[in-house]
């Protein structure tokens, strides 16, 4: 996040809902004259009492500036708000959470109709947006005459990272990062699971989960290593022979604590499958390639 010390950009924001509202703050409380449009007009109102204009429509939103961020709820609704706009010279900037192809397909729709086009992931949570300590980011990726134009002005609520200009990619690096993290709630939820009903303080051993979590987050860096240089086992510390003996005692605690193993085994049975290959030379690197094979869904068995 940067603090924008250029003449203050007049912006368009379509969608007013808690992630459009802090949004909309943030350009507001750094001087930004904002024009907001919300299908349910009274969820602007409170930005109205703050400094914004409300548009009648959104139409109108859009023919009042250059700059038009939407933030709506998915690719569908920003397709219905826009129908009716004149999007020519506009410089679009697509907020809302969306796929690849999504992001590809929006990308040439406003191209078709004379805009530039950036989409973009946001990387945080309302209360994130505007606090230039939260680490609070967006992805962008698309045009980089647009992306380079209104930096500054992006850069407001949060920090910016133009990820290139396939406009596709914001949206996957979105993904990825999400993806990721669903893996880690999944590995925490049964870390809960396993000491519940025990004498041990959640809040106790949380801060252990936190530390031990942080330790092997830097594992990425070598899988991207080995990913690069194509030698699966190169510097391996924790084989995967080693880690599939190891996964039948997570197995068998599971089963001594009475807890479900379901959110262990579809990782733990790639990891077999990968050994049985003849990888247990390799970590859980090997892995991937399990998956983009669509041996995942037991459709071949290519190593
Ligand atoms: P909200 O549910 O709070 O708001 C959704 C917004 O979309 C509202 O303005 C709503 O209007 C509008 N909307 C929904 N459907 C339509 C439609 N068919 N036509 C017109 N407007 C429509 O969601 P958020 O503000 O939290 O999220 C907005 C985007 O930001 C989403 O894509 C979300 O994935 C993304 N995001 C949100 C995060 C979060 O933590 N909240 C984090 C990261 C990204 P109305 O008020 O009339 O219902």
């Known amino acids: 996040m940067t603090e924008d010390t250029s003449s203050p950009t007049p912006l368009t924001l379509l969608g ?13 409380a750094a001087g930004h004259p904002v024009t907001v449009w919300n299908r349910t007009p009274a969820r602007a109102e409170p930005l ?16 009042a500036n250059k700059l038009v961020i939407a933030c709506l709820l998915d690719d569908a609704s920003v397709g ?7 999007l020519s010279g506009r410089d679009l900037v697509d907020l809302t959470t969306g796929t690849p192809g999504q992001g590809r397909a929006r990308a040439a729709w406003a191209t078709e109709r004379g805009a530039r ?19 609070a980011y967006v992805l962008y990726s698309g045009s980089s005459g647009l992306f380079e134009e209104h930096r500054d002005t992006l850069a407001v609520p949060a920090g910016v990272r133009y990820v290139g200009p396939d406009p596709g990619f914001a949206a996957l690096h979105d993904v990825a990062l999400l993806s990721a993290m669903d893996g880690m709630f999944a590995g925490i939820t049964h870390a809960f699971a396993l000491i519940r009903g025990e004498d041990i303080a959640p809040r106790e051993f949380a801060p252990l989960l936190v530390s ?5 987050a830097p594992a990425a860096l070598d899988t991207a290593d080995r990913l690069a240089g194509g030698d ?10 080693m880690q599939v003996a190891a996964n039948a005692t997570l197995l068998r605690t599971a089963e001594e604590q009475g807890v479900s193993t379901e959110l262990l085994t579809p990782f733990m049975g790639l990891m077999e499958r990968r050994l049985a290959a003849g990888h247990g030379a390799e970590d859980t690197t090997g892995v991937i390639e399990l998956l983009l094979t669509g041996d995942a869904q037991g459709l071949s068995d290519k190593p």
């Open 232 to 241: 699966y086992t190169k510097d391996v510390v924790s084989g995967l022979a």
């Open 16 to 28: 007013t809902g808690a992630m459009g509202t802090a949004l909309a703050r943030a350009w507001l």
């Open 117 to 135: 086009f950036l989409d973009a992931g946001v990387m945080a949570v309302p209360p994130m947006v505007g606090d230039p300590a939260s680490g």
């Open 80 to 86: 219905e708000v826009l129908a009716g706009a004149e």
């Open 212 to 216: 031990w979590l942080t330790a092997m």
């Open 48 to 63: 109205a009492a703050e400094g914004a204009a409300v548009a009648g429509s959104a139409a109108a939103a859009v023919a």
